[in-house]
C-alpha cells in the first residue's frame, strides 16, 4: 500500500508561516491527487488543499485561500503544503491524503499520520 509520512509541523506565532511536506513510499505517487486536511482538538476532520497528478490544478478551503499554497514533485515522490499568514484557528494536525479512486469523486484512501501545527496568537 501506498504509505505517506508528513513532516514540518511545529510551533510559530500569528502572521508566520511554515512548509509542511509528505513522503510517499512509491513510484506511483504520480498517479494520485493528493490533498492535505487538519483536524483540530474536538472537531471533525477538514479538507484544506488538494492538487491533480500533474499538478495542473488546485484547489483550496475557502479559510486557506490566498495564505495556503500546495504543490507536488513528482520525480521526489512529495507533496507540500507552504502556509503563510498563519492564524491560531489553522492550529492542527495536519494530514496528507491520496485519491486512490478511480471516479470524479475523490477516494481518500491512503493517510499519513499527521503533524502538529501550533499557532500562538
Known amino acids: 500500500q501506498l504509505t505517506l509520512v508528513e513532516s514540518g509541523g511545529g510551533l510559530v506565532q500569528a502572521g508566520g508561516s511554515l512548509r509542511l511536506s509528505c513522503a510517499a513510499s512509491?513510484?506511483?505517487?504520480?498517479?494520485?491527487?493528493m490533498g492535505w486536511f487538519h483536524q483540530a482538538p474536538g472537531k471533525e476532520r477538514e479538507f484544506v488543499a488538494a492538487?491533480?497528478?500533474?499538478?495542473?490544478?488546485?484547489y483550496y478551503a475557502e479559510s486557506v485561500k490566498g495564505r495556503f499554497t500546495i504543490s507536488r514533485d513528482n520525480a521526489k515522490n512529495t507533496v507540500s503544503l507552504q502556509m503563510n499568514s498563519l492564524k491560531p484557528e489553522d492550529t492542527a494536525v495536519y494530514y496528507c491524503?491520496?485519491?486512490?479512486?478511480?471516479?470524479?469523486?475523490?477516494?481518500?484512501?491512503?493517510w499519513g499520520q499527521g503533524t502538529q501545527v501550533t499557532v500562538s496568537s
Open positions: 491524503a491520496a485519491d486512490t479512486g478511480w471516479g470524479t469523486t475523490p477516494l481518500w484512501g491512503s
Open positions: 512509491e513510484r506511483t505517487f504520480s498517479s494520485y491527487p
Open positions: 492538487i491533480t497528478r500533474s499538478g495542473d490544478a488546485t
